[in-house]
């Protein structure tokens, strides 16, 4: 079965953050606090993770010695609230609320975020980012880092969990290029030229 828009997206950037320390450790931050648990100060103890995500993630965790399994959709952490992660996470934390947040760590932190609670529509029937998280504070730190971005979205509560989104294709396209998704950022490109081009004949 061929991979959705969005995890190819995930596999992608998931790829990219192997490389350099600082965009690992900060895009787990971001995965970690879109999923985290009562009003984040305490580090949750799984996240849900695509299956097709889960070995490239596992060894991002393992990279920086975080005790971790995978089973049944799930990545379940051993003693991670005293782990280097989980100590960049208050300090992400801190950043964020305080206004003090690089484009460059926004683009890192979204990076995570997404892999953990994002989602693209195939380009081919609709042009839409949501971040879908369960906590109000997830979801003003991801809101917080697009606004660094100078990304305009959407918030929004629903039954009793939160959304954050945005539908303009010149903002997916510019999301998918923040995050590193070179590949998918050129294929959503090609269908939305595409769909220009037949828009415009009669």
Partial sequence: MEDSFSVRIKIETSNKALKNRLARQTALCGLLLSQGEGDLTVPPSEVKIPERLSELVLQLFELEN?????????????????????????????????????TDDARRFLRGSFWGSGYCSDPKKSYRIEFAVQKERAASLISAALYALSIKHICSERDGSFAVYFKNGDDVSDFLGYIGSITERLEFENIRAGKDINGKVF
């Fill in 66 to 102: 975080v005790g971790c399994s995978y089973a049944r959709g799930k990545i379940m952490f051993e003693n991670i609230e005293s782990s280097v992660i989980w100590e960049l996470s208050k300090k992400l934390i801190a950043d964020i609320e305080g206004s003090r947040l690089s």
